[in-house]
């Protein structure tokens, strides 16, 4: 695919949050606020530590696994509801998600999302949209009063990052 030419913005993207069941539950994330961050993207996923003698020139190598982490602020509608339209719902496996399964195989008792962030790009001229998709998401949540009220989903990503 070529480079695209055109600067994308909030409101080229959306979120979609999956469980992990054979043909995952899904939930577009409604009424987001355009806060989405990403942080510890790395080709590897592995730190880089630098070993070095005296008057040489340092190694350079990978070590331990890193752990991608991220956010995305969304404007609070409820906390569950029968229209299944709750991220706090979803990412906490409460009613009416609370069947949901586990992205993780082992161990099973934590639940986690896989996150799929997707930014348009084939309404805007590219010869595609652009997909980053990070799985085996643990995710807590914030709760902010204001005007209006809002919910800050975090996460880290214990599985893959890839790109589409």
Known sequence: MPASAIVKHLYDGSITL??????????????????????????????????????????????????????????????????????????NKIAPYSANLTTLTNPAEVYAIDIVLNVEGSDL???????????????????????PNTVTINFTCYGSVSYT
């Open 18 to 91: 999956k469980d992990g069941t054979g043909t995952p539950v899904t939930l577009v994330a409604p009424f987001t606020t355009g806060e989405t961050s990403i942080s510890g993207l790395a080709a590897t996923q592995r730190e880089v530590q630098a070993y070095s003698a005296r008057a040489g020139t340092p190694q350079v190598r990978h070590t331990g696994r890193t752990y991608p982490s991220g956010s995305f602020t969304l404007q609070f509608t409820n906390w569950t509801g029968a229209s299944g339209s709750s991220v706090y719902a979803f990412v």
């Open 125 to 147: 001229g590219d010869s595609a949209d652009h997909t980053m998709t990070l799985t085996k998401c643990v995710c807590t949540a914030d709760f902010a009063e204001g005007e």
